[in-house]
């Protein structure tokens, strides 16, 4: 049996915010009001139900390339297996059931992430389900092991629907760089946008920002209650803003990266992306650990189950960095930041000034540490032992070149080649010891504001709302990672968590997020200011059209779905 | 309200201008290449200056102009970086992967000019940092085997095995020049 309170955990996901769709009762919008399984026009909804709605959501939005694979037969045995529990543990009342066999496993919901759909990013090892990274390279790699985090989520019954779309090897900033295509903003097909003068559905669609745009597009169409991504700079928090998300990035070390394919090992933390502050505390509450097979994991600090509903932010001291007010800030992002740091000084939290002064520095910084340990990252990729192996057979040598070659998009192998001339001999002080050393200062600075006595940092998470695609690709890969990941990649030079929360629409219809940062191991604080402010900001929720399949005519591009072969 | 905002942006942009002027001052101290540099930048479109010349001035806060401004326009800090042919060969050597076109070379021309900011900022007497847990003890496991047996599942990866071994080409052969490298790579302009 489950106790009433037990219950009122397991539901809890999704149920935060308040944020449902509005509308009528097409499947799409029906899905997002019963956000969990929770009364829903007047009846439950059932394991099985919810990821039938989820996986129809998914192929209704095909068009938006957010998947690259989905799992549906895996996911709707995981679901009939959720439901079992279910019923077994009488958690559920009288739903329609379309499974007769109910023998095995007897047992009772796991927690409260059991029957939820959640997708991951094609960058975590899935174990028999391919697993990509956007990349020829790693086409037709099905993984003999699950990443930690994952294994984490399946472990609480929580069902995948999919692995979604990212830049090639998570690099870049806008989900545009991978071999499957761009990912599509939802954002850009719901009436918030398209009904504003000038709009064409055709060309003015919006990027999702990056490298986990298949991840954030996914939470944001309805398809998912929550996904992985990872953040090496800012790879989960940008997208996230972009797609009017709450966007977690954890503490380094606060969860494993045990099957995560390395990008920068040094700051690589998986990050979290959902609907609500809620969400994002229960799916850190079930990720966090220590993990025998990363030891780069530290044990987790004590943690509410959940956050409170009424928060008291009265002693909560926040700082706006002086230096985050960028050249190319947008007004009205500008705009937001006032008026949430306004907020909080209502709230009674004390709101002052603080400098990070080499804020400016951490971009180049950034560059240099990226590219370096990508270069030695990336030379894993021979040919060998697994993933692309090139028909050239002359010499080894000649082998391992042929593969990277053929396997290895521009954006990837210019890092490789930046990064090697930074790790050369003559170099190797000059930029890679000297990026370290900066790296050291970034560090410093933000050590220095929260010893002072700030307990969060307030700044914007993006300079401005999503740039259409076409405007997007007029400059490369490294410049445009150099302007998106301004403000997100200081948090991962010192390890912090970092939150990023919708605040507006903007004068276009798309989301402008900000974005909070802790001190370390503080994650929960974050989420809980994060939560007070969702509170009162009311972020509207997204207004897909009824008919998603007319966006995706007037978009003028085939779905591309690929199912797994399970 | 609107007022509130008003104070907040201004005190914003006031106290960027100070850190703006401040640095200014510091820079005139150095060598004068970077005080050279330091102009340039000023002049052009952010990058190591402080924010505020580029907030303050009429380009610096449109929407439209967000999309140039920010280090899209970096200014060499020790004059244009060349990448010689011999160090290009170099480098596809160490790297094993070739830069296919002159674009390639380009981007790696414009990837060192980005990292030489670094060299306005002072780290004397600062130590570099490799991790952000160097301070505490990390988790070690007990030194014996867990798991194995799993010979079988990593060789079915890939794509060449014999008899429970991968199966490489002939070794200890250095990559063809440069000329002829071109031929083994598909698609690669050189």
């Known amino acids: 049996m489950v106790s009433p309170g037990q219950r009122q955990r397991h539901l809890d996901l999704g149920t935060g915010g308040g944020r449902g769709c509005e509308g009528a009762s097409s499947g ?36 938006l390339n957010a998947f690259v694979t989905v799992t549906e037969e895996q996911a709707l045995r995981q679901a009939s297996e959720a439901e079992r529990r279910f019923l077994e543990g009488r958690s559920l009342t009288a739903s329609p059931l379309t499974h007769r066999d109910r023998s095995p496993p007897p047992g009772k919901p796991r927690g409260p992430l059991d029957g939820i759909p959640f997708s991951v990013k094609d960058n975590f090892c899935t174990e028999n389900i391919e697993t990509t990274c956007a990349s020829h390279m790693l086409k037709g790699y099905f993984p003999p092991y699950t990443a930690t985090v994952v294994q984490k989520l399946l472990d609480q019954g929580a069902v995948l629907i999919g692995k979604t779309n990212l830049d090639e090897f998570a690099m870049g900033a806008g989900s545009t760089d991978g071999v499957f295509g761009p990912v599509r903003n939802p954002w850009s097909y719901s009436a918030q946008y398209r009904e504003r003068p000038g709009v064409d559905p055709r060309s003015d669609w919006v990027i999702t920002g990056g490298s986990s745009g298949g991840s954030a597009a996914a939470v944001a169409s309805l398809g998912s209650f929550l996904a992985l991504g990872s953040d090496s700079g800012g790879s989960t928090r940008n997208p996230g803003a972009l797609c009017g998300l709450v966007a977690l990035k954890p503490t380094y070390g606060l969860l494993s990266r045990h099957g995560l394919i390395p990008l920068v090992n040094s700051m690589d933390v998986p990050g979290i992306l959902v609907r609500s502050a809620d969400d994002a505390a229960t799916a850190l509450g079930v990720l966090r650990g220590l993990d025998v097979r990363d030891s780069t994991t530290i044990p987790p600090p004590a943690a509410p189950p959940h956050l409170p509903d009424d928060i008291d932010i009265a002693r909560i001291r926040v700082g706006i960095p002086k230096e985050y007010h ?32 080499h804020t400016q520095h951490s971009i180049v910084c950034y560059h240099v ?15 060998l032992q697994y993933g692309h192996r090139s028909e050239v057979n002359d010499s080894t040598e000649a082998l391992y070149a042929a593969t990277c070659h053929e396997g290895f998009n521009d954006v990837v192998r210019r890092r490789i080649l930046a990064g090697n001339y930074f790790l050369l001999k003559r170099n190797y002080e000059r930029y890679f010891m000297k990026a370290q050393k900066v790296r050291r200062l970034i560090a410093q600075d933000f050590a220095r504001v929260f010893r002072d006595g700030v307990d969060v940092l307030l700044t914007p998470t993006t300079l401005g709302d ?95 779905v690929r199912t797994s072969v399970l | 309200m609107k007022e509130r905002q008003l104070r907040y942006r201004s005190c914003l942009i006031k106290s960027c201008s100070a ?95 980005f990292a030489d900011q670094l060299h306005v900022v002072n780290t004397n007497g600062v130590e570099p940092m490799d991790s952000v847990l160097e301070d505490r003890a990390l988790f070690l496991r007990e030194d014996h085997v867990e798991e194995g047996d799993c010979a079988e599942a990593l060789l079915r990866l890939s794509k060449n095995t014999l008899e429970g071994y991968f199966v490489a080409p002939p070794g200890n052969i250095p990559l063809p020049e440069r000329e002829d490298r071109a031929a083994l790579l598909k698609h690669s302009e050189f």
């Open chain 1, 28 to 63: 799409a919008v029906c899905l997002c009001l019963c956000r969990c399984p929770r009364p829903c026009g007047g009846g439950r909804v059932s394991p099985t139900e919810l990821c039938t709605r989820c996986l129809e959501q998914v192929k209704r939005t095909g068009f």
């Open chain 1, 326 to 357: 960028a050249p190319g800030l947008s007004a009205e992002t500008l705009c937001q930041w006032g008026r949430v740091a306004d907020l909080l000084e209502r709230g009674g939290a004390s709101v002052e000034q603080v400098s990070l002064p």
């Open chain 1, 369 to 383: 540490l990226c590219t370096a340990e990508v270069a030695s990252n990336m030379a894993r990729f021979d040919g």
């Open chain 1, 466 to 560: 999503a740039v259409r695609y076409c405007d997007f690709i007029q400059e490369d890969n490294r410049t445009r990672s150099a302007q998106e990941d301004v403000f997100t990649q200081p948090v991962n030079m010192a390890g912090l968590p970092a939150v990023t929360v919708p605040t507006a629409l903007s004068s276009r219809g798309l989301p402008i997020s900000l974005q909070l940062i802790g001190r370390a191991s503080h994650d929960w604080q974050l989420l809980g200011v994060a939560k007070w402010l969702e509170q009162r900001l009311e972020f509207p929720a997204i207004q897909l059209p009824q008919d998603v399949s007319q966006a995706e005519r007037e978009a003028g591009v085939p779905g591309r």
């Open chain 2, 19 to 113: 850190v703006c002027a401040c640095e200014l001052y510091g820079f005139a101290c150095l060598q004068f290449y970077v005080y050279m540099l330091t102009f340039l930048y000023s002049r052009g479109c952010g990058g190591a200056v402080g924010w505020s010349a580029v907030l303050l001035s009429p380009v610096g806060l449109g929407f439209e102009s967000r999309l140039g401004c920010l280090a899209t326009d970096w200014r060499p800090v020790l004059g244009p970086t060349k990448v010689p042919p011999d160090l290009v060969d170099k480098l596809e050597r160490l790297a094993l992967l070739d830069f296919r076109n002159q674009d390639g070379v380009d981007c790696l021309e414009k990837a060192i000019r």
